[in-house]
């Protein structure tokens, strides 16, 4: 079953911060992030795979909440460089070890 | 570059007609896995083959099928193709066989435009 992400869209002025979120609707195995220029393939962020962990790269972090179901993108003094789409991919437990992506949260950052 | 290679990069082509998608994973890798990509949609996993056997399948169609080589290179097959196929098709690699596991690296993708 396909992760609710949001929101759907969010424009910030740079050096503003921004949360994304992503939930399920079952139990998690890995929540995956990557993110999209438009025209250009999905580039991996971070994974996190437990419960309670937390991923930082650059000014862009990530949390997994187990028990909640869902994880957070944490995006920290925006630059020019981190519009795109986010998108979140699960992988659900007892499921098909496939990855499951949202259907994405529009970044837009403007000087 | 993420080290995965997709060939051709356009193609256009007419209703009720068959084409062959061709992806080449990162050395190493023995995942490969098929996304589509619609216009404000996100990406649809299609099909996943790990070191040629088939792993994991998604909502992919009767009309499209898929095979990964003992090269480790991947081909995607659609055919009987309808107006609604047009979208860019993405191939990603990866080293394990779980396809939450670990990170995925994705190809420039293939536009497909059904005319």
């Known amino acids: 079953q396909q992760p609710v992400q949001s929101p759907q869209a969010v424009i910030l002025r740079e050096g503003e911060d921004a949360v994304i979120n992503c939930s399920s609707s079952k139990a998690l195995y890995s929540v995956h992030w990557y993110r999209q220029k438009h025209g250009e393939a999905p580039v991996f962020l971070m994974i996190l795979l437990k419960g309670g962990e937390q991923k930082g790269h650059e000014k862009i972090s990530a949390s997994f909440n187990e028990k909640k179901q869902q994880s957070s993108l944490y995006l920290t003094a925006s630059q020019l460089s981190y519009s795109g789409t986010y998108f979140c991919g699960t992988e659900m437990r007892g499921g098909s070890e496939k990855l499951v992506f949202g259907k994405g949260t529009k970044l837009t950052v403007n000087p | 570059d993420s080290g995965v290679t997709q060939t051709p990069k356009h193609l256009i082509t007419a209703t009720g007609q068959r084409v062959t998608l061709r992806c080449s994973p990162r050395s190493g890798d023995l995942s490969v896995y098929w996304y589509q990509q619609s216009l404000d949609q996100g990406l649809q996993f299609l099909i996943q083959?790990?070191?040629?056997?088939?792993?994991a399948k998604g909502n992919i169609l009767e009309r499209f099928s898929a095979q990964q080589f003992p090269d480790l290179h991947s081909e995607l097959n659609l055919s009987s193709l309808e107006l609604g196929d047009s979208a860019l098709y993405f191939c990603?690699?990866?080293?394990?066989?779980?396809?939450?596991?670990?990170?995925?690296?994705f190809g420039p993708g293939t536009r497909l435009t059904v005319l």
């Open positions: 083959y790990y070191n040629g056997e088939e792993r």
């Open positions: 990603a690699s990866s080293v394990a066989w779980r396809g939450g596991y670990n990170e995925q690296f």
